[in-house]
């Protein structure tokens, strides 16, 4: 008959085989793992699950089935005992991958396949005699042999080994991949003490299904940061290449009217030459730039900007500025380029003048800039010109620190492109 032991022990390999399935589901479409690592969290899940597994069987067979299906436990039993031995040689060989080294010729790896080997070797012998273990008469438990004791020596070597080579390869790791090979090594090893203590209650198949998991959890967080950051890297460097790649054709045109203005108007030539240093000194100052800068520091850049194409364009560029808010910052290299799209894919002097309105506010919980033309706006579902490596650029910078951009039609005609910083920002 079963007691509460045994239902406690039944809910716990349940719930060990769920989060096993779970575990592998997971990492089976995660994203931004690579390959390698992928096999081996698959590898790891599935080894849980058949450990897991193999422990149901057992507790079924022995509590439930009885004497007459003896085969059916030993057999469980061993494959419960073999199961959860593989999961720290593939545990070494994922740690020796992430410090950057080889696991074919490794010392370390050898050494812990011969621990392996060597409690293989005891395990398949324990199956043709009592001497290490057997079952006992009707069933129900495990009773240890004279020899039992050989059997947990290579486990506990194999922990031994595993800690000593995270400790020694500690540097070569970061600090979430270590926290996660300690999680993984700690918390069954001080499940297999509770165990000891509390013989009946299996707390081991919990806790080396939480552990995978917890370490899982790390891994999978410190991949995504890193794909984050590779991101916002390539972004900048998009960035900083954008501010080098000056159009020929505006550059020409810019100092094609400064040259004219010195002859009918000197006193605007100096302005415009003014507006167009400041415009080239912004851009070379955010090829350096890694930080955010203040949103100030991009409305100047913008203003400058828009003076000397108000100077090449005279009446075919009206420009409206209402930024009472600028107490917040934003990546460089932001507003800037959105003006310059504006101006780029709504001037025409076939149309109407061009009428381009930058406008910032403060809401509850964010800033808010609007970049707004009257040009010919969206095309069908896209925007017309909008869709270019330098708004996928600004997009992509956005996102990795919290902020988004939309690009809609404007009433009325026209484009509107709204960018909203977090207020931590």
Known sequence: MMDWVDYVNFAIATSGLMAAVLGLLVALNAAYVQRWERSYFCATFLLLAAYVASDLVAQISMDFLGPGYEWLSRASVFCELLFSTMLIPLVVAYLISCAGESRYGSALFRGVLALWTAYFAVLVAAQFGDAVYTLSADGHRILAGPLFPLLPLSPLALFIVAFVALFRRRNALTRRQRIAFGIYLVVPLACIVLQAAFLEMRVIVLGTCAAALAMFAFVLSDLVDAHIRQREEAALRQAQIMALQMRPHFIYNVMSSIYYLCSQDPVRAQQVTRDFTDYL??????????????FSKELEHTRAYLAVERARLEDGLVVEIDCPHTAFRLPPLTLQPLAENAVKHGADPELPPLHVRIASREESESSVVTVEDTGPGMQGDLPAG????????????????????????????????????????
């Open 281 to 294: 000194r912004a851009n070379f100052d955010a090829i350096g730039q890694v930080q955010q800068v203040p």
């Open 386 to 425: 909008y869709l270019t490596s330098a708004l996928a650029n600004i997009r992509e910078r956005l996102v990795a620190c919290g902020a988004t951009l939309e690009v809609e039609p404007r009433d009325g005609g026209g484009t509107v492109a709204t960018i909203r910083m977090p207020a931590r920002h």
